[in-house]
């Protein structure tokens, strides 16, 4: 039986609150934020004691063309400079590299002479070998790593175990949970978690978390693998990410008990930047057609297009949804 | 340490699903939902397999002028055979009464003369001996019976173990944890409900659960008290109800594993009936004031006068509750 550690009155100083508006929530309007608002974020971040800010996407400008998205699908060194400086703060500067949609071999400078403290590696479970390549890459360049191991939902027991086998036996520093789907319930969340934490204590390895929130559990979800030694919790201003969005900082921020967490700093965001920007138009969070493909454990791609072509016949797009899964 | 009963494939035949739409959501609106609304919800009920409708109130009508508000805060017994004949049908019919708030001696007929099956007693946790009185006389009367103890996050443990010996001597049926402002967390309504279990497994009663949705885990603290062995479970559609709201129907139908619940039924009743509610101007479910009133563990009095006064000075507000906290 997993152990929990510590309870609601701890505080854990290993807990790391990673920012990742700017990367999920640029999957809603395609990366097209003001650098003012990108600044204010960084600035918000630092006052409201966040650890890490996810920048955005480091993809390849030979598969995706510069002129169809936001610049922070790239994260030119330079865009991310144009913002912090030299990042004279506690806040860590992370980017995104897909499995198979960046060119890591050519697009990474050594860290010594980049602004950026963390590359995480997204992929799905059958291509760890090839995420295994690009952090021991990005490892010997001198950057801090994860794995971010994508759709954990449809995954077996044995294909996680090989993958925590094999993770655990490279450099990469955290390995991360990601419920792409929002369909984990948090007593699926909870036993994913202490297996993840047993593997990672054993290699020395951090533990992480990033959630979505279909079923309204992202929050719920975060703090169960966190009370099991999870470290690095993802969130985002007011939840905003791809489909029905992530865990929100703000609720976040209110449950963690370090005082060096701030959450009226962040809440001045959220109300001059974060929803101006819903009002603006950019749609994301929780509704039912997210909610249907969370219960059917299956990609949000059909609910988003429900929800991009302005529909409302939510029970047909249900019948239509159990004629395909 | 508690024990969880069954696991997420387990179909639990003590589970009784509670409809509190009417009556939770009927503080959004007064109360006034028009008779085809409610038929359409009972038949709604009927057809996805919910146990329980609660109706509304039975609220005091020399307390409550019954020409300021909808039928459904005093729940006369023809305006409920208006909408439900003599129920022919599985679905049982609830009303509550509120300790301090009803002329029970008086406003409830024999349950042999009454279509009526189940009074839910609502006190808070000082008033359990106004509450076991009511109780008993219920009870004469041949009504099922709960006791939903509110706030029960302002409790302290000495209070919840002398409310629960004193409703566990009484002839209630179900006693109720109610999260009244929204601030238990998954790890609290869990050890909250193992004590409830244990209390009431000893006593021959049954438990039963009532969220609201202030820092968006209704859902899931409803599936966390559902494990540690509670039947009731309160819900409500698209989560209507005072302030954050409550668990929403349509996740918990979603999650339970027992055949007999359908929620293809129930979409079809949010789109033709739920969704024009909400567009019609009706406002409730999780947003930042209700947060922080469920974070500080205080009443949403404040949040929902800031709704109702359109405000969205987010920040102001905060920091006028924590100096009123």
């Known amino acids: 039986m997993p152990q929990r550690k510590g309870n609601l009155m701890s505080v854990r100083d290993d807990v790391k609150v990673v920012d990742a508006t700017i990367r999920d929530g640029g999957l809603c309007n395609n990366f097209a934020f003001s650098d003012e608002f990108v600044t204010e974020l960084y600035k918000t971040n630092i006052r409201s004691g966040v650890d890490y800010m996810e920048f955005g996407y480091r993809a390849s400008k030979n598969m995706f063309d510069p002129k169809e998205h936001g610049k922070w699908k790239f994260c030119d060194e330079a865009d991310i400079r144009a913002i912090v400086g030299e990042n004279i703060s506690d806040l860590k500067i992370a980017v995104m590299a897909d499995v198979g949609r960046c060119d890591y071999k ?3 400078i050594p860290k010594s002479e980049s602004v950026i403290d963390m590359v995480r590696v997204a992929c799905y ?3 760890i070998p090839a995420a295994v390549d690009m952090i021991e890459h990005f490892h010997s360049l001198g950057y801090e790593t994860t794995c971010n191991i ?5 995954a077996n027991t044995e294909q ?3 993958a925590l086998t094999q993770l655990c036996e490279s450099s990469v520093d955290v390995i991360y949970l990601v419920d792409s789907y929002g369909s984990l319930f948090p007593e699926n969340a ?3 978690a202490a297996k993840y934490s ?3 204590e054993k290699a020395g390895k951090k533990v992480g978390f990033h959630a979505h929130n279909n079923q309204n559990l992202a929050f719920a979800n975060t ?3 966190l009370s099991y030694g999870f470290s690095y919790l993802d969130a985002t201003a007011m939840g905003m990410g791809r489909g029905a969005g992530n865990c929100a900082t703000e609720l976040l921020l209110g449950f963690l008990k370090n005082p060096k967490y701030n959450l009226y700093s962040h809440l001045v965001f959220l109300e001059n930047y974060m929803i101006p920007l819903r009002e603006s138009g950019v749609t994301w969070g929780f509704d039912l057609q997210y909610m249907f493909t969370g219960q059917l454990n299956c990609h ?3 609910a988003m297009a429900f929800t991009t072509e302005g529909r409302n016949d939510y029970s047909e797009f249900y019948k239509s949804l159990l004629d395909n899964v």
Chains 1, 2 share one sequence.
């Open 190 to 192: 909870g036993e994913l």
């Open 300 to 302: 949000p791609r059909p």
């Open 106 to 108: 050519t697009d990474f």
């Open 223 to 225: 703090i169960e693998t």
């Open 125 to 127: 479970i059958h291509q």
């Open 160 to 162: 996680v175990d090989d």
């Open 150 to 154: 994508m759709a954990i939902s449809t």
């Open 198 to 200: 047993a593997f990672a």
